[in-house]
């Protein structure tokens, strides 16, 4: 096996609206022939894809029945053992929360060359699309990305050290076990008046919910905040009140037009 051959390509999609996909993803996207994808990834991401190349659906949502991991590296390993290009398209970035390291060990365990693309993930952009920068001088300097849910068979979380450990925390996949996320930080130190927020499906169609961290879960409730979503948790959020800004609407003409 030479390893001449475009290697496999992990491609951050970036958080949802296409305009926020970089250019490097939209370059390789284009030059595949089969791109498997995530569930959550915006049609008109998968439009910057060439017209003909295949398609492959392999996403999960919120556990629900899907493809499973190990299925998903067995079709990146057939395909490229085919000759085809091979691009695997993941929301947000590769490497955070997105199994990205766990495919790349498959490919690597199967002797098949990948690169990895960044992406901006959500965490970063629901903050930020919200108007919430999540590090701001004698408020926050530090950040912790986290997920609300536990792989099987791992530690329970220390909640004492999450709510210690930064200024400010950003949490995926959190909607399920909110009142326990916010139930143990409370009980862990935060205090109730820290201020909360949930960004529903950022940058695409963001909704967004605030209120204090004793208040947040009935507040989401409320809202019916559905997952995908990112719960910012920390000082920082106040700053919304005064950062807010509309972002520019994306140029779904220009990237949409297969869709
Ligand atoms: N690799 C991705 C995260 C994958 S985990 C990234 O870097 O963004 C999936 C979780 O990401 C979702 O449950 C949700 O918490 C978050 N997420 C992904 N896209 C989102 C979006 N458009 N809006 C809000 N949350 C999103």
């Not at 998968?46 to 493809?67: D, E, H, I, N």
């Not at 700053?239 to 990237?255: S, W």
């Amino acid at each position: 096996m030479t390893n001449t051959r475009p290697p496999v390509a992990l491609i951050g999609a970036g958080p949802g609206d296409p305009e926020l996909i970089t250019r490097k993803a939209a370059r390789l996207l284009q030059a595949a022939d089969v791109v498997f994808h995530d569930a959550l990834i915006d049609r008109g991401v998968l439009a910057l894809a060439r017209p003909g190349a295949r398609l492959v659906a392999v996403g999960k949502r919120g556990g629900r029945a899907s493809t499973p991991q190990l299925a998903i590296h067995e079709q990146l390993i057939r395909a490229w053992r085919a000759g085809l290009r091979v691009a695997r398209l993941k929301g947000g970035d590769p490497f955070i929360f997105g199994r990205g390291g766990e495919e790349c060990m498959a490919l690597r365990a199967a002797g098949i060359p990948y690169e990895v693309v960044p992406g901006v993930t959500s965490g970063s952009a629901a903050a930020t699309y919200a108007g919430v920068p999540l590090t701001y001088r004698a408020m926050s300097q530090s950040v912790l990305f986290l997920t609300g849910r536990r792989a099987r068979g791992t530690d329970a979380i220390d909640w004492v050290a999450v709510a210690r450990a930064a200024d400010t925390l950003v949490i995926y996949m959190g909607v399920e076990s909110l009142p326990i996320l916010c139930a143990e930080l409370l009980r862990a130190g935060r205090s109730p008046s820290t201020p909360a927020l949930a960004v529903e499906w950022a940058t695409i169609n963001q909704r967004e919910v605030a209120a204090p961290l004793a208040e947040f879960v009935g507040a989401c409730g409320h809202a019916e905040i559905k997952s995908p979503a990112i719960i910012v948790i920390g000082d920082v959020v106040a700053l919304r009140d005064t950062l807010a800004f509309a972002p520019a609407p994306t140029a779904r003409g220009v990237c949409c037009a297969a869709s």
